[in-house]
């Protein structure tokens, strides 16, 4: 069976995680005395309202009833039919602990110090003990194990009741409308030769330093190790070759000050986009298709705002890159959006054809502006202002460009601020201050708080329908594979 820990500091939470491995393969059929675990879950519920009455609880995984020293997202909630036990339910269950160790690491370095204090020293370790203790008490029986799987859910992104009281079907007609407009204006853009677009103050671009990259040969060997589950797993350093070889370049048309790539930031309690610090965000991701888990690689940078002028424009914007390889080491798919979930774009490669799309009011198409350009490096040409991907094309290896430094995504749930830490993300995911005034218009399609800036994992990227950014059966829904 399994159990499992969390991480305090690196290496030591790390071990921990590790160890509930070991104890899910083998010891779980020895649940420890009672006495030894009969003050764990009073401990998570006392941690659990300290975190809350801060108001520094991480909201990126999603928390499962009545395990509360585990976590869920919806890649891993799409197994829980798939692990009956053994092997395949010990590494689906390490990784719900390494999800919930992972949050909690935030949440307790976020806490201000009268907080910390109400918790005591060593709170850390105590909960990674404590989180074993329970796994191997909670998960000794196939009862149990069948429990965790039904309630291994993660909610709609979309609030229902929104959609009953805006209206939805009468309102989704016209918002419907305005999506195939903004459709057709960007087949339009892409229309256009590349040295046709506008360009409103001059073309800056940023790239990440040189560093060492990876042949399709090698792409390929990294991805053919995988766990019990199939998830492609690599070492740091695999993993920094990876993003390396697929990182694009980011050519916008910087006009003003918000038009320049930065890095966030808080100071003295007041988030921004620090521009002096240029900076892309890796994290990584996956999907399912036909049978198989692909690695996907999300490049991810931030802007000071869209200073639009209009219902879309507000504090904050970003674009989320992602490349999704195959298993011969080819990117399959670059999709992109802004990190609001707004503008959700698709570029297949040859190894994939769009699904036959039933068209009508209620369903909003996915979005094809062109097919991926062979090769790399990639080039993004972004637009002032709006931020708009208006053209990916293959770029020249070693153009001129601004260095811009790798940073974990996982460092914006804790920045800096003077002697505490903050996350960029407030409540439901949701970046503070970056509200947009398109959140009163568009508020019945049930997207909560539209046009706001937020965390991976809470992007409804349809306003018509459902669609999520991190739906692991997303790329299978919209495209089918070209049989070579």
Request: charge should be positive; proline fraction near 9%; include cysteine.
């Amino acid at each position: 069976m399994v159990g499992c820990g969390g991480r305090t500091n690196g290496r030591l939470w790390g071990m921990a995680v590790l160890g509930a491995g070991v104890l899910l393969a083998g010891c779980a059929t020895v649940p420890p005395p009672p006495a030894a675990r009969a003050a764990c879950r009073p401990l998570f519920r006392h941690v659990d309202r300290v975190v809350a009455d801060a108001g520094v609880r991480d909201d990126g995984p999603y928390a499962v009833a009545g395990f509360p020293y585990l976590r869920i997202n919806r890649f891993y909630a799409s197994f829980r039919h798939q692990v009956g036990g053994g092997r395949r339910f010990s590494a689906w269950v390490r990784q719900l602990a390494a999800l919930d160790a992972r949050a909690r690491r935030f949440a307790l370095q976020n806490l201000p110090p009268a907080y910390a204090a109400r918790l005591g020293a060593g709170i850390g370790p105590r909960l990674d003990r404590c989180r074993q203790r329970l796994l191997k008490a909670d998960l000794a029986t196939p009862g149990a194990r069948a429990r965790l799987r039904r309630r291994a859910r993660v909610p709609d992104g979309y609030l229902g009741w929104e959609r009953i009281v805006g209206l939805y079907p009468l309102t989704a007609l016209f918002v419907s409308a305005g999506v195939r407009r903004w459709h057709a204006g960007v087949h339009r853009t892409y229309a256009l030769p590349l040295a046709a677009l506008p360009v409103r103050g001059r073309l800056q671009r940023w790239a990440p330093p040189a560093s060492h990259t990876l042949d399709r040969a090698q792409v390929r060997a990294l991805l053919s190790h995988v766990d019990a589950l199939g998830i492609p797993r690599l070492s740091p350093a695999g993993l920094d070759h990876l993003f390396a070889t697929f990182a694009p370049a980011w050519e916008v048309d910087v006009a003003d000050g918000d038009d320049r790539i930065g890095t966030p930031a808080w100071r003295h309690g007041r988030l921004v986009i620090d521009t002096g610090r240029p900076a892309v965000f890796r994290k990584l991701s996956y999907t399912r298709f036909d049978g198989r888990v692909l690695l996907q690689l999300n490049y991810i940078v931030w802007f000071p705002a869209r200073n639009s002028h209009d219902i879309y424009g507000g504090r904050f914007d970003g674009i989320d890159w992602r490349v999704t390889l195959g298993p011969d080491g080819e990117p399959w798919l670059y999709d992109a959006m802004h990190n609001c979930g707004c503008y959700h774009e698709f570029f297949p490669s040859r190894h994939l054809r769009l699904r036959p799309w039933a068209r009508g009011p209620y369903a909003e198409p996915p979005l094809v502006p062109e097919a991926a350009p062979g090769g790399e490096p990639v080039v993004l040409r972004i637009a002032h202002q709006t931020h708009y991907i208006q053209r990916i094309y293959r770029g020249r290896a070693g153009a001129p460009a601004k260095p811009m430094a790798w940073r974990r995504y996982d460092a914006l749930l804790a920045l800096p601020d003077g002697a505490r830490h903050r996350s960029m993300f407030g409540a439901h995911g949701i970046v503070p201050g970056s509200e947009r005034p398109e959140r009163f218009l568009l508020w019945p399609s049930g997207v909560r708080s539209p046009g706001a800036m937020r965390q991976w994992g809470h992007h409804d990227t349809a306003f018509v329908g459902h669609r999520h950014f991190d739906d692991p059966y997303l790329l299978q829904s919209l495209f089918a594979r070209v049989k070579p």
